[in-house]
DNA sequence: TTTCTATAATGGTCTGACCATTAAGGAATG
DNA sequence: CATTCCTTAATGGTCAGACCATTATAGAAA
């Protein structure tokens, strides 16, 4: 980006590394390595700050961050510690909600994601998808009809659009649609939603009938369908909740 | 999600909250209300701490939470203190960095995730890409014929897939791709790259003059032949790498 | 054998101090 | 008046030492 020849004469910016920086690198580093994996315990704070030759409350700088990145889990108590967890994509997901309320993102291009994104899922899934995955497709889409609340027929959804995407056996596709159902929750409200949600749990069979038959082009199609319906009631609210 | 009627007494689980946690979700919380942005000083740490009736050490637990996640910067100095950051996706590319290391992805799915992804990216690029992106690729492509070092021609490329990725105008997309890149950039190496480097860039030409064309299938099928290209030269380094 | 209790280990928090960096104002200088 | 240098205060970074709350464990008591 900024590496075009400049006539200036190119010191090295001077980069004063706060001792927090240089720990969780080193502990990451053991990561990448392999010398640290997931169950390891780290050794007690008061110890490693002796080890790093740091203050406990610098020390403990670096845990928190490692924490708040997913990579350890402070347990407290004896026989507590820092211990490596596995891996999590929860902070991936946080880490995208934070980027978008920094407001660079619209719900356009959140929505357009979405749809190329569910494409892509659709088509390997149809390939892919075990009996065991389409039969829990279905019974996320039955229990998505019983269930009474707004809010517990969401959390089927996203149920359903995660088993999807495992069926991919790709998880990669996982997190990222992860990621967009818990940014684009917050948009899903208004007055009708209720009616439109009733009237989405017809799709999910239908969808699971067309994977089970392998019909790509016409599951792809009802996702399609699917989904541009759920995002032209996203945009109308939203458009609602910004004139009001 | 554990809203299902049982017959233990429901009882709230305790849960007892860190002090930073509660700091955290406060500040998150005007962020998404929008009453702190991008830009704006939170008071000094001395302050805050007063402020939320906490210690010195536990609000700069919060706010180095805050600071790895991305969210604020902090300044030393007079004037200086915690301003709340423009969106940059670095975090997630390092979450996404953390979670491949914690051991649950393997290189095919990354390596299949990526061949996905530059599918749709080619093929909206091709409807999209002004003629300054198209210009900007060329220049890119020339710049890494000229470059020497296998370090410097591998910057190109991430930079090629990047400003590729932006011609879609949808920044989502170029999240995913930086965090492919990064994560793949580990396993690129061994002693045939500078080859396959050199061979590639021919390539990446041709897609320019595709896309000029819009000619999708085109596009897409060159962009294709050169990330298989590029997955069997790591796929087999990985495979050397693990046998030695 | 079971149950209770004291103990020690550990993370979470607090207090108060000092250091390093930085911006700004004022003094000295030309 | 303009410039340069020095002082000062604000601020994040670090340190040291203490106490609290939680938890597992070993030993005492029943």
Redesign the interface.
């Known amino acids: 980006?900024a590496?075009s020849p400049s006539p200036k004469p190119s010191f090295a910016p001077i980069k004063t590394r706060r001792a927090?920086e240089v720990i969780c690198e080193q502990i990451?580093e053991q990561?990448?390595a392999g010398t640290l994996?997931?169950g390891d315990k780290l050794p007690a704070e008061r110890e490693l700050a002796v080890e790093f030759q740091v203050s406990r409350?610098a020390l403990?700088?670096a845990l928190?961050?490692l924490e708040?990145?997913?990579?350890i889990r402070n347990v407290k108590g004896a026989k507590g510690g820092a211990f490596?967890?596995?891996?999590?994509?929860d902070?991936?997901v946080?880490?995208?909600q934070?980027?978008?309320?920094?407001?660079?993102?619209s719900l356009g291009?959140?929505t357009?994601?979405r749809l190329?994104?569910q494409?892509?899922i659709v088509r390997?899934a149809c390939a892919r998808a075990t009996e065991t995955d389409l039969a829990e497709l279905e019974a996320i889409a039955e229990r998505t009809k019983r269930e009474t609340s707004v809010e517990?027929r969401y959390?089927c959804a996203v149920e359903y659009y995660a088993v999807l995407a495992r069926a991919t056996k790709?998880?990669?596709?996982g997190?990222?649609v992860d990621s967009?159902s818990a940014i684009l929750h917050?948009f899903v409200r208004g007055p009708d939603y209720e009616t439109l949600q009733q009237s989405l749990i017809e799709s999910r069979f239908k969808l699971v009938r067309h994977l089970r038959a392998k019909d790509e082009e016409a599951a792809v199609g009802e996702m399609r369908k699917h989904l541009e319906r759920v995002h032209r009631h996203v945009r109308k609210n939203s458009k609602a909740a910004a004139k009001g």
Do not use: C
């Open positions: 980006m590496s927090f990451r990561l990448a994996k997931a409350s403990r700088e928190r961050s708040v990145a997913g990579i490596v967890q596995t891996a999590e994509p902070r991936i946080q880490a995208m934070d980027y978008v309320h920094l407001g660079d993102i291009e959140l357009e994601a190329a994104l494409d892509i390997l517990a959390t790709n998880r990669i596709f997190i990222f967009l917050e």
